[in-house]
C-alpha cells in the first residue's frame, strides 16, 4: 500500500503561484509513476501533470504547460506541482496519484492505483 497526503492548497488571485505538494509513505520503491490530476464543479477528473519516479521523466497537460511544473524528490518521497500564472480556470481540487506499474497512459485516471486526498485550489479574479 503506498499513502498519499497532499498539502498546500489554498486561495490564490490570478496571476500568481501556488505549490502543492504530495508525499508518499508506505510501499514507496513500488511507485513508477507520480501524477496530478484536478475536478473542478460539474466536471470530470482531468490530468495535469505527471512524472516518472525512476528517470523523472515529465509530462504535461496543454492547458498547463509553461505554467505548471512537476518535480520530485526521491529523498523525501516528494512530488511538488509549481503552479504559476493561475487562472479561474485552474479552481479544483487537485489530486495526487501514484501508479504501482508501468503504463505508457500516464495520462489516464484508470493507470493510477493510490490517490490522495485532494487539495482545493481556488483562483480570484
Known amino acids: 500500500q503506498v499513502q498519499l497526503v497532499e498539502s498546500g492548497g489554498g486561495l490564490v488571485q490570478a496571476g500568481g503561484s501556488l505549490r502543492l505538494s504530495c508525499a508518499a509513505s508506505?510501499?514507496?520503491?513500488?511507485?513508477?509513476?507520480m501524477g496530478w490530476f484536478r475536478q473542478a464543479p460539474g466536471t470530470e477528473r482531468e490530468f495535469v501533470a505527471a512524472?516518472?519516479?525512476?528517470?523523472?521523466?515529465?509530462y504535461g497537460a496543454d492547458s498547463v504547460k509553461g505554467r505548471f511544473t512537476i518535480s520530485r524528490d526521491n529523498t523525501k518521497d516528494t512530488v511538488y506541482l509549481q503552479m504559476t500564472s493561475v487562472k479561474h480556470e485552474d479552481t479544483a481540487v487537485y489530486y495526487c496519484?501514484?501508479?504501482?506499474?508501468?503504463?505508457?497512459?500516464?495520462?489516464?485516471?484508470?493507470?493510477?492505483?493510490?490517490w490522495g486526498q485532494g487539495t482545493q485550489v481556488t483562483v480570484s479574479s
Open positions: 512524472i516518472r519516479w525512476s528517470g523523472g521523466s515529465t
Open positions: 496519484a501514484a501508479a504501482s506499474a508501468y503504463y505508457s497512459s500516464y495520462y489516464s485516471s484508470l493507470t493510477y492505483r493510490y
Open positions: 508506505g510501499r514507496t520503491y513500488s511507485i513508477y509513476t
